[in-house]
């Protein structure tokens, strides 16, 4: 089929399996990942423009599939043809009508290869395109569920990197002793970091109000926590944040701008952990307007994702500004790295000022 019309018009959306193995199994309350089951989406353009984008759904999270992600996005290679990119919001939006809020991975991964394709083709790059308010992010780094033993090595192997805060997965096997002596053990390796602790909603009330009490005991205090509790259990939010006195971030509670408003209305969370990978990026962008209306501060964080994924997202959050909390350190626990281009990184230090295009990511190889 031939499109003689405008130059962002699409020509055409191709779609493939995106498979990179971990160094370290990846795990959370709920489950843990050896593999990135993700996928790679390409818009053509009329004028032979190309765009990425990448969606990578993570089941232990949200249940989410690669394979739900491709049929979706499948069918959009049906009816997007013909269609202008620059009217992104507009195919997002046909997108999420047809296929629901099921797989927010594939809506990321469409409206991110639209973004760079009309930015890349105009010259832009997608950091300006979100504002420009800024180019740098400081990253944590994250110790996920395992013994003390694990946990005290990653935590000596994050600071050597010259990574300072340190995320910390909390809620998995063995309980609260076992949470409390993985957290001293991190805090051994690395007494003067900032800790981010995350549940992924995997803790209940009285776990939670027993970590917070053990916690105290220990003489530690986080900086962060970040979804200790099941998603809709908001006054439990609220009352977790009154009952610590320490800074509480949602993360599943906020999957969407009408569960945003849900929770900036409940006074459940200090902080809104914004992942494109939820929704994808029109939906965050109003998350964002939320939370700043509300006074609410800005995470911004992800799935297991490439350095294609993390870089839309640094050029999200460093321009639009106002990010408190970065949490943009997957690209690490990958063993491979399919991919050319994106954000540069030393020790904490995120930077996509080098950025002319689009978020400057190309695929390598076999997966042109």
Not at 3 to 32: C, E, N, Y
Not at 146 to 157: F, M, Q
Not at 320 to 343: C, H, M, R, V, W
């Amino acid at each position: 089929m031939a499109f003689a019309l405008h130059p962002t018009t699409v020509r055409s959306l191709r779609v493939a399996p995106l498979d990179i193995p971990l160094l370290v199994p990846f795990g959370i309350s709920r489950g843990a990942l050896d593999m990135a089951a993700n996928v790679l989406v390409t818009v053509e353009l009329a004028d032979g423009t190309l765009g990425y984008g990448e969606a990578a759904p993570f089941p232990a999270y949200n249940g989410e599939t690669q394979s739900a992600a491709l049929g979706l996005l499948r069918q959009a290679a049906n009816w997007l043809p013909g269609r202008d990119a620059a009217d992104w919001r507009g195919a997002a939006a046909e997108f999420r009508a047809t296929a629901g809020p099921a797989c927010g991975s594939a809506q990321c991964a469409l409206e991110t290869a639209l973004l760079d394709a009309v930015t890349r083709r105009d010259g832009v790059s997608l950091w300006r395109f979100f504002g420009g308010a800024g180019t740098e992010l400081d990253t944590d780094m994250t110790v996920t569920t395992g013994t003390p033993e694990e946990a005290r090595e990653a935590a000596r192997l994050i600071r050597r990197r010259g990574i300072r805060v340190i995320k910390a997965k909390v809620g998995g096997p063995g309980g609260t002793r076992a949470d409390l002596d993985r957290i001293s053990a991190i805090l051994e390796a690395a007494p003067d970091s900032p800790l981010i602790l995350d549940g992924n909603a995997g803790l209940g009330r009285s776990h939670a109000s027993e970590l917070v009490r053990g916690l105290r005991s220990r003489g530690i205090a986080p900086s962060l926590l970040e979804q200790w509790l099941p998603k809709d259990d908001l006054d439990g939010m609220r009352a977790l944040g009154a009952e610590s006195g320490w800074t509480v971030a949602a993360d599943e509670s906020v999957t969407s701008a009408a569960d945003a408003r849900l929770v900036a209305r409940a006074g459940a969370a200090h902080v809104f952990n914004i992942k494109l990978m939820k929704a994808g990026i029109s939906e965050a962008l109003e998350i964002v307007s939320i939370a700043r209306e509300a006074g609410i501060g800005l995470m911004i964080g992800g799935n297991i994702e490439s350095i294609l994924a993390m870089t839309a997202s640094a050029c999200f959050a460093a321009g639009l500004g106002g990010f408190g909390y970065a949490d943009l350190d997957t690209p690490l626990f990958l063993a491979e790295n399919p991919f050319e281009g994106g954000y540069s990184i030393e020790g904490s230090r995120l930077s996509v000022a080098h950025i002319e295009a689009g978020h400057g990511v190309l695929p390598r190889g076999l997966l042109l």
